[in-house]
Nanobody, 117 residues
């Protein structure tokens, strides 16, 4: 599967952005999907995940109540709705996919999110 993330940009504190991740090359619905982020000088960290076919969602505590992960299998697209953004959310955001029953993880190229104070 090939992944392409987009939708990042510059936003003020308290603003919102919606990231998208378009998938191609395989059946999107059989992939568990996730968003990760990497801030300058820091390791990549998990943000949120969603199971196959509108399955269970998970998110890290620092974004709970502010970020919502979702997917549209008909459009082969993963989303991350980010509200109440904070400067510490500034990072490159990556989408990732793992096929159900497999272990290999696929990565998109990342999209930059910058939150100004």
């Amino acid at each position: 599967v090939q992944l392409q993330a987009f939708g990042g940009g510059l936003v003020q504190t308290g603003g919102s952005l919606r990231l998208s991740c378009a998938a191609s090359g395989d059946t999107f619905s059989v992939y568990n999907m996730a968003w990760y982020r990497q801030a300058p000088g820091k390791e990549r960290e998990f943000v949120a995940a969603i199971g196959t076919n509108f399955g269970t969602t998970y998110s890290t505590d620092v974004v709970k109540g502010r970020f919502t992960i979702s997917r549209d299998n008909a459009k082969n697209t993963l989303y991350l709705q980010m509200n109440s953004l904070k400067p510490e959310d500034t990072a490159v955001y990556f989408c990732a996919a793992v096929k159900e029953g497999e272990q290999r993880q696929y990565w998109g190229q990342g999209t930059q999110v910058t939150v100004s104070s």
